[in-house]
């Protein structure tokens, strides 16, 4: 006890007593300056320092400044001009299409735009809405919306196109408000544009916006770049076809723009290639006249130079106007197009698809004769109806009593069926198919269009693929006539009997005529001779043309001939041939009674004519959807497309030989052949 105690007295008096101060810390002699110029010679150290330091960063300024200003200049001066000078495709004038007589089918005429270049000071969607009321567009919130989204997602200084046709009016009244709007401004350019309609739409054509297949398919063909700024390509017809020929060449220029994409001035101008002008063989008057001709009926008119080939007329009926095509069709309005019953939008001419019918008799004449399965002598009894061996299914001739005793010249003057029903069963049909595609059908008949099918030539193969079906003798008589399974188009049956009336030289159908480049004055004419086309259809002997040709000339000058009554009275003798093709079939023992049947189950009418007779000037080939007979309804169509250009457009021509020939051609009688 007394110890502890101890210690704690001793460690109180510890803690109370007075503590020694603690000694500092003296340098030692060393750590001191020893003298003044040392202490000089230090601070002159740390400024050498600071002046390398200070002079390193400014030749690293001066060198970052030579850079910028010297070995960058091109490039920054690049693209500060980006910024001031823009590159401006200048696309071209589109050809213009002329008719034979240098009548314009299609035009280009000025129309004036409203073009909106976006801007990040200006709002875009109210800068529209404005517009739309000022100038009355009737512009939906759905087309504002799609207009904003263009803006946005536009190159700089690329316009959005408001409005592609302002009227005078709406010009005027823009004009006088243009201060509230920097960003907006009037552009002039080119529309396209046919003065005629509907009148020649299916052959020429028409062209329409650019759309991504186009890009892709120019992109393709390496052809993009000249369509810069262009916003219109050929879709159908000569304008398609000729695309590369009327399109021309994209110029350029550079401009001076503000901060809005808005013009200031032309620095430079490079101009473009126009387009090549295009003529066609079409006369204007012509093709009016065969739409005048078909009125509200459905079918079309062909007439075609022999001689050449070039296409005098090309109408299908019903037509279209394409000028909304070319502005941007609306869709209510293409809708009415597609739903129309009369199918406008096919060219009849050469994608409808037809049976020949009785058409086709002189071009089977030919094969017989080639073939020696009959001769100009050779005789057969026409009866009532055809009947296959060990059958009794009767394939029947168009005149109930039949037509007794026939020769050739006869056979194709009174249009016998039976005796075409015998000599297709004696041919067969792999020596009728042969025929057919040597006359061009079942296959594309060369027109400088790209709207063309192709029809059906039949045949064993044919059948087997479309049907899985075996051929039956039953299926190759009634070919014999142009029915069964042959569908053709009516170009396709035109261009046969060129040939025909050309003593077997054929000819591809085309349109254009010439093609002139309006920047030298250099007119091309465009050549169609080439070896497929200029060849001649051999035969044995070649008086088989003369013999089928003459039956022809009986269809009308003869005494029993189905077209005598439509060309009676003519200045000028004519060959043809009518057809009337049967859309159903009549059962056996009933007749054929139109006024029972639906109006789109009525006979078809055809009737192909050429004239004058020994050198024609003019081969005029119509058919007519639902209206009966060829020689009562299409005949009288044929000969009025004849008078029109034989003895009003163009009087002065060939109209037939000075001094006539009287002939008997076997049982089809004497006539005068002029």
Same mark, same amino acid.
């Given at each position: 006890?007394?110890?502890?105690?101890?210690?704690?007295?001793? %460690?109180?008096?510890?803690?109370?007593?007075?503590?020694?101060?603690?000694?500092?810390?003296?340098?030692?002699?060393?750590?001191?300056?020893?003298?003044?110029?040392?202490?000089?010679?230090?601070?002159?150290?740390?400024?050498? #320092?600071?002046?390398?330091?200070?002079?390193?960063?400014?030749?690293?300024?001066?060198?970052?400044?030579?850079?910028?200003?010297?070995?960058?200049?091109?490039?920054?001066?690049? %693209?500060?001009?980006?910024?001031?000078?823009?590159?401006?495709?200048?696309?071209?004038?589109?050809?213009?299409?002329?008719?034979?007589?240098?009548?314009?089918?299609?035009?280009?005429?000025?129309?004036?735009?409203?073009?909106?270049?976006?801007?990040?000071?200006?709002?875009?969607?109210?800068?529209?809405?404005?517009?739309?009321?000022?100038?009355?567009?009737?512009?939906?919130?759905?087309?504002?919306?799609?207009?904003?989204?263009?803006?946005?997602?536009?190159?700089?200084?690329?316009?959005?196109?408001?409005?592609?046709?302002?009227?005078?009016?709406?010009?005027?009244?823009?004009?006088?408000?243009?201060? %509230?709007?920097?960003?907006?401004?009037?552009?002039?350019?080119?529309?396209?544009?046919?003065?005629?309609? @509907?009148?020649?739409?299916?052959?020429?054509?028409?062209?329409?916006?650019?759309?991504?297949?186009?890009?892709?398919?120019?992109?393709?063909?390496?052809?993009?770049?000249?369509?810069?700024?262009?916003?219109?390509?050929?879709?159908?017809?000569?304008?398609?076809?000729?695309?590369?020929?009327?399109?021309?060449?994209?110029?350029?220029?550079?401009?001076?723009?503000?901060?809005?994409?808005?013009?200031?001035?032309?620095?430079?101008?490079?101009?473009?290639?126009?387009?090549?002008?295009?003529?066609?063989?079409?006369?204007?008057?012509?093709?009016?006249?065969?739409?005048?001709?078909?009125?509200?009926?459905?079918?079309?008119?062909?007439?075609?130079?022999?001689?050449?080939?070039?296409?005098?007329?090309?109408?299908?009926?019903?037509?279209?106007?394409?000028?909304?095509?070319?502005?941007?069709?609306?869709?209510?309005?293409?809708?009415?197009?597609?739903?129309?019953?009369?199918?406008?939008?096919?060219?009849?001419?050469?994608?409808?698809?037809?049976?020949?019918?009785?058409?086709?008799?002189?071009?089977?004449?030919?094969?017989?004769?080639?073939?020696?399965?009959?001769?100009?002598?050779?005789?057969?009894?026409?009866?009532?109806?055809?009947?296959?061996?060990?059958?009794?299914?009767?394939?029947?001739?168009?005149?109930?009593?039949?037509?007794?005793?026939?020769?050739?010249?006869?056979?194709?003057?009174?249009?016998?069926?039976?005796?075409?029903?015998?000599?297709?069963?004696?041919?067969?049909?792999?020596?009728?198919?042969?025929?057919?595609?040597?006359?061009?059908?079942?296959?594309?008949?060369?027109? @400088?269009?790209?709207?063309?099918?192709?029809?059906?030539?039949?045949?064993?193969?044919?059948?087997?693929?479309?049907?899985?079906?075996?051929?039956?003798?039953?299926?190759?008589?009634?070919?014999?006539?142009?029915?069964?399974?042959?569908?053709?188009?009516?170009?396709?049956?035109?261009?046969?009997?060129?040939?025909?009336?050309?003593?077997?030289?054929?000819?591809?159908?085309?349109?254009?005529?010439?093609?002139?480049?309006?920047?030298?004055?250099?007119?091309?004419?465009?050549?169609?001779?080439?070896?497929?086309?200029?060849?001649?259809?051999?035969?044995? @002997?070649?008086?088989?043309?003369?013999?089928?040709?003459?039956?022809?000339?009986?269809?009308?000058?003869?005494?029993?001939?189905?077209?005598?009554?439509?060309?009676?009275?003519?200045?000028?003798?004519?060959?043809?041939?009518?057809?009337?093709?049967?859309?159903?079939? #009549?059962?056996?023992?009933?007749?054929?009674?139109?006024?029972?049947?639906?109006?789109?189950?009525?006979?078809?009418?055809?009737?192909?004519?050429?004239?004058?007779?020994?050198?024609?000037?003019?081969?005029?080939?119509?058919?007519?959807?639902?209206?009966?007979?060829?020689?009562?309804?299409?005949?009288?169509?044929?000969?009025?497309?004849?008078?029109?250009?034989?003895?009003?457009?163009?009087?002065?021509?060939?109209?037939?030989?000075?001094?006539?020939?009287?002939?008997?051609?076997?049982?089809?009688?004497?006539?005068?052949?002029?």
């Amino acid at each position: 006890m007394f110890s502890l105690n101890s210690s704690k007295r001793q %460690r109180g008096k510890s803690m109370f007593a007075a503590r020694e101060p603690k000694r500092r810390h003296r340098p030692q002699e060393s750590q001191l300056p020893q003298s003044e110029e040392h202490e000089t010679q230090l601070l002159r150290s740390r400024m050498t #320092v600071c002046i390398v330091i200070s002079a390193l960063m400014m030749l690293i300024l001066f060198a970052n400044l030579y850079y910028l200003q010297v070995v960058s200049h091109d490039d920054y001066q690049t %693209r500060s001009n980006e910024n001031r000078i823009k590159v401006m495709p200048v696309v071209p004038p589109r050809g213009i299409i002329y008719d034979r007589n240098h009548v314009v089918l299609a035009d280009n005429r000025p129309v004036y735009h409203l073009v909106l270049y976006p801007s990040k000071e200006i709002n875009t969607e109210a800068t529209i809405r404005e517009l739309n009321e000022l100038l009355k567009f009737e512009l939906s919130d759905k087309e504002i919306k799609n207009l904003v989204y263009q803006s946005r997602t536009s190159k700089r200084y690329s316009g959005v196109e408001i409005s592609d046709l302002l009227t005078e009016e709406q010009i005027a009244r823009f004009s006088v408000n243009t201060f %509230r709007y920097p960003n907006v401004q009037v552009e002039a350019s080119l529309k396209r544009y046919y003065p005629f309609a @509907d009148v020649v739409t299916h052959a020429i054509g028409y062209v329409s916006r650019i759309n991504q297949q186009d890009v892709e398919r120019l992109t393709e063909q390496g052809k993009i770049d000249n369509y810069e700024g262009s916003t219109e390509i050929g879709k159908l017809g000569i304008e398609k076809h000729y695309e590369d020929i009327l399109h021309g060449r994209t110029g350029s220029r550079e401009v001076e723009v503000n901060s809005h994409g808005q013009v200031i001035r032309t620095l430079k101008y490079n101009p473009p290639t126009q387009g090549s002008d295009i003529t066609l063989g079409i006369d204007i008057r012509l093709q009016h006249h065969a739409q005048q001709l078909l009125g509200g009926m459905k079918g079309a008119i062909v007439a075609i130079e022999p001689a050449s080939g070039e296409i005098l007329a090309m109408y299908s009926n019903p037509s279209y106007d394409p000028n909304p095509f070319v502005r941007g069709i609306r869709s209510n309005e293409y809708k009415r197009l597609l739903n129309n019953p009369g199918k406008p939008l096919i060219n009849r001419v050469t994608q409808g698809g037809y049976a020949p019918a009785s058409t086709v008799k002189p071009l089977l004449c030919i094969m017989g004769l080639n073939e020696r399965l009959i001769t100009p002598t050779f005789s057969y009894f026409g009866r009532p109806a055809f009947m296959l061996p060990n059958s009794t299914h009767k394939f029947r001739d168009w005149r109930s009593w039949g037509h007794g005793w026939l020769d050739i010249y006869r056979a194709i003057e009174v249009s016998a069926d039976t005796f075409f029903y015998d000599l297709a069963y004696r041919a067969g049909i792999d020596t009728i198919h042969e025929y057919l595609d040597t006359f061009g059908f079942g296959r594309s008949s060369g027109i @400088d269009i790209d709207e063309e099918s192709l029809g059906v030539n039949p045949s064993k193969e044919w059948k087997m693929n479309r049907f899985r079906q075996r051929w039956q003798l039953g299926d190759t008589v009634p070919i014999g006539i142009g029915q069964g399974y042959w569908t053709t188009t009516l170009l396709q049956l035109a261009k046969a009997h060129v040939a025909l009336a050309n003593y077997g030289h054929f000819r591809t159908p085309h349109l254009m005529r010439k093609i002139t480049n309006p920047s030298d004055y250099l007119s091309v004419l465009r050549d169609y001779s080439d070896p497929e086309e200029d060849r001649l259809l051999e035969v044995g @002997d070649p008086s088989y043309y003369s013999v089928c040709r003459n039956g022809m000339y009986l269809v009308v000058n003869g005494p029993e001939g189905t077209g005598r009554r439509a060309f009676h009275g003519t200045q000028y003798k004519a060959a043809g041939k009518s057809g009337t093709a049967q859309l159903v079939s #009549v059962k056996q023992g009933e007749k054929y009674n139109a006024k029972a049947l639906r109006a789109e189950h009525r006979d078809n009418a055809l009737f192909v004519a050429y004239a004058p007779f020994v050198h024609p000037r003019i081969l005029v080939a119509v058919i007519l959807e639902n209206e009966g007979g060829g020689s009562k309804k299409a005949a009288p169509l044929a000969r009025s497309m004849m008078d029109k250009y034989l003895v009003d457009l163009y009087p002065g021509g060939y109209m037939g030989e000075e001094e006539p020939v009287t002939v008997k051609l076997g049982m089809g009688g004497t006539v005068t052949i002029r």
